[in-house]
């Protein structure tokens, strides 16, 4: 799934594409898209919330799109071939010779004047970990309210603690802070909690930039750049040289990795 990194890209890709056109033309496979309600209305802004992409319209109205494991946006000048097949994409968007294509995203609706705050999905977000001043007070408060043995790897996934981290952030702030993914959540003071997601989210904040790699910050010293330990089981720790430990944590079940030495498992 998209992390809350690449959404926020995406929300700047298409706001420097399309903020402040109009929308000329418009067709979509949703339901719950009436394309005819996009046209003749103005771009006002791309907004990036956590892992939800807003796109905004002079209507009121909102066009809400939620990538998941399967979706992207891709942005063309008009008559230029598409990257992927068109029966894949869920909602075409035109401005005069600029065109916004979502593709494959299990979540497109478009939503009315003040539907987007009483949203199930977004109105119960926590925090997002990109948005400045992080505020580690409010996670904390939001992390207490999970039972105390709920694992701090599944902490750092409930959207609705923190928003935007997802499995290749949650794995690799948790090396950088020596926590095993499974300790449990009480075993993790409020201290320890607010510098792991502010580790998270300087390791997002490192891959905004267009060329970025999320390692850019973090790479091993003296090592080639890469994780230190997503998706490396069986490999050699960068410190320690103790094989990358993996397995499956979560409801709902997710891969983690974690070098057993530098993150040791709670007693």
């Known amino acids: 799934m998209p992390e809350g990194d690449t959404i926020l890209r995406a929300a700047r890709s298409l706001g420097r594409w399309l903020e402040g056109r109009e929308i000329t033309a418009a ?60 029966w894949q994409a869920r909602v075409v968007l035109e401005a005069g010779d600029r065109v916004a294509v979502c593709f494959d995203a299990p979540v497109v609706e478009l939503l009315s004047p003040g539907e987007v705050e009483r949203h199930p999905s977004i109105a119960r977000l926590g925090p997002d970990v990109l948005v400045d001043p992080l505020d580690t007070h409010e996670v904390a408060r939001r992390a207490a309210a999970r039972p105390a043995d709920v694992p701090i790897g599944d902490v750092l996934l409930d959207q609705r603690v923190v928003s935007g981290i ?82 499956v944590l979560g409801d709902p079940p997710r891969d983690v990795w974690w070098c057993p030495s530098c993150q040791p498992a709670p007693a």
């Open 166 to 247: 997802g499995n290749i952030y949650r794995c690799e702030s948790l090396f950088l802070a020596g926590l095993h993914p499974a300790t449990p959540r009480s075993a993790v003071e409020g201290r320890t909690l607010a510098d792991l997601v502010r580790t998270a989210s300087d390791l997002m904040r490192a891959n905004l930039e267009p060329g970025a790699g999320f390692d850019r910050r973090f790479a091993p010293l003296g090592g080639p750049r890469g994780a230190w330990v997503y998706g490396r089981g069986g490999r050699p720790c960068y410190r320690c040289r103790t094989p990358v430990a993996t397995a």
């Open 27 to 86: 067709r979509s496979q949703r339901l719950k898209v009436p394309a005819d309600r996009l046209v003749g209305h103005t771009v006002e802004s791309v907004e990036a919330r956590a892992k939800h992409l807003l796109i905004r319209l002079s209507s009121g109205d909102v066009l809400h799109t939620h990538m998941r494991m399967t979706g992207s946006w891709h942005v063309y000048r008009a008559g230029e071939r598409w990257r992927k097949p068109g």
